[in-house]
Each structure stands twice: as structure tokens, then as C-alpha cells.
């Protein structure tokens, strides 16, 4: 069973377009979390959900949109893509927001934008 | 506001020594500490943590890691390295405080010569 799964795997698309990649936890986590990987591997917050609540909401463009419809799903919309959005996204969950939670992460979705 | 460095972007073992991956870091109040491992086009997994009590953890396959606080490190080590170790370690910190919002490091890759 796939604790934490992501679609699309993969995700190619123009610039100016408007696409968005869904994620789905089966752990009975009640926070989701979405992280950007560049190039150079490094990994970055966005958003995270507790409970379908946002708490955490680093600098990213408001083209970015997450939305929870249920603490088992958390879908990030992207407007208006830019070349520079291109890279792989991960969903990850924890059993609660306390920092002594670990995370466990979903495969990823490559986005690449030409 | 917390960070996390890996001085070492690149290790390189032989299989059967040991190995260490670095990690130091800065955060108010105790720290919540986390080694994740990201293989080739996967997400990450979680190895081990600490959270309070001993300073030695043990984790997921032979991996150990050593809290010292007064050095604020949290190195990764194992006794025997396996080829099969080779990939990108990420050292975390999570805070008390902060909605549970994890900081990585800029990860470490550890290649494992036969």
C-alpha cells in the first residue's frame, strides 16, 4: 500500500499554463506538507495543512494555491507557470504538526516548464 | 530562525568503513533532529531521529546518529558502509515553536566505492 501518493509523476508544460498535481495520505496523518526540490537537490518548504487548517505559508508566489478538501488530501494549483517553477514537488504528511513528528514523503512530481 | 548545515557535499567511503555524514545546527530551545535518505528519482525516507533522552539513536538500516549538544551536532554515522548505502542525506531541524515547520540542510551524497 502507497502511504503517501502524488499525481502526476511527471508533468510537462508551457509557460503561462495553468496546472495542478494531487496528493493523497492513507497514514491517518492530520498534516500534510508541500516542499519545492530545485536543481541542486535543495529542499524548501511551502505550505502546510493541520487538520485542513494552513499553517505554514513560506514566500512563495501567490500563484501558488494549496488546497486541503480533507486531512487525507492536499492538491497545490499553479497559475501562470513560469520557467523558473520547473522542478520536482513533494507532498509529505506527519502524524501531527509537533516538530517531534517525522515526515513521510510521497515520490514526487517532476514539473517542467518550457 | 533555525538552519541546518552539511558541511560536506560529497563522502566517499569504501564498503566495509565506517562513515559519518556531518550535520550542525541552530534553533531556539531543544531541538528536534531528523536524517532522512533520498535515492535516485525517489522521495525521502525517514532513518531516525532524536527527540530528548539518549544521545545515541539508532535508526532504520545500521544507521546511528550522535546528538551532541554542546557542539549543536547531530552527525550520521554506520559502522559498515554497503554499496547499497550510496545516495543523498538530509539532516533536519524542527523547533518547539514554529508550527512544526522543518529546516534541511543542503544534503550530503554519500557514494560507497566497492
Known amino acids: 500500500d502507497t502511504a503517501v501518493s502524488q499525481t502526476p509523476k511527471y508533468l510537462v508544460t508551457q509557460m503561462g499554463n495553468d496546472k495542478s498535481i494531487k496528493c493523497e495520505q492513507n497514514?491517518?496523518?492530520?498534516?500534510m506538507y508541500w516542499y519545492k526540490q530545485d536543481s541542486k537537490k535543495f529542499l524548501k518548504i511551502m505550505f502546510s495543512?493541520?487538520?485542513?487548517?494552513?499553517?505554514i505559508n513560506e514566500t512563495v508566489p501567490n500563484r501558488f494555491s494549496p488546497k486541503s478538501p480533507d486531512k487525507a488530501h492536499l492538491n497545490l494549483h499553479i497559475n501562470s507557470l513560469e520557467l523558473g517553477d520547473s522542478a520536482v514537488y513533494f507532498c509529505?504528511?506527519?502524524?501531527?504538526?509537533?516538530?517531534?513528528?517525522?515526515?513521510?514523503f510521497g515520490p514526487g512530481t517532476r514539473l517542467t516548464v518550457t | 530562525a533555525q538552519s541546518v548545515a552539511q558541511p560536506e557535499d560529497q563522502v566517499n567511503v569504501a564498503e566495509g568503513n565506517p562513515l559519518t555524514v556531518k550535520c550542525t545546527y541552530s534553533?531556539?530551545?531543544?531541538?528536534?533532529l531528523f536524517w532522512y535518505v533520498q535515492y535516485p528519482n525517489r522521495g525521502l525516507q525517514f532513518l531516525l531521529k532524536?527527540?530528548?533522552?539518549?544521545?545515541l539513536v539508532k535508526g532504520s538500516y545500521g544507521f546511528e546518529a550522535e546528538f551532541n549538544k554542546s557542539q549543536t551536532s547531530f552527525h550520521l554515522k554506520k559502522p559498515s558502509a554497503l554499496v547499497s548505502d550510496s545516495a543523498l542525506y538530509f539532516c533536519?531541524?524542527?523547533?518547539?515553536?514554529?508550527?512544526?515547520?522543518?529546516?534541511f540542510g543542503d544534503g550530503t551524497t554519500l557514494t560507497v566505492k566497492p
Open positions: 534553533v531556539s530551545g531543544n531541538p528536534y
Open positions: 497514514l491517518g496523518h492530520d498534516t
Open positions: 533536519a531541524v524542527r523547533g518547539y515553536t514554529n508550527a512544526g515547520k522543518s529546516t
Open positions: 532524536y527527540i530528548t533522552g539518549d544521545n
Open positions: 509529505a504528511s506527519s502524524q501531527g504538526a509537533l516538530g517531534s513528528y517525522e515526515q513521510y
Open positions: 495543512y493541520n487538520n485542513k487548517e494552513l499553517i
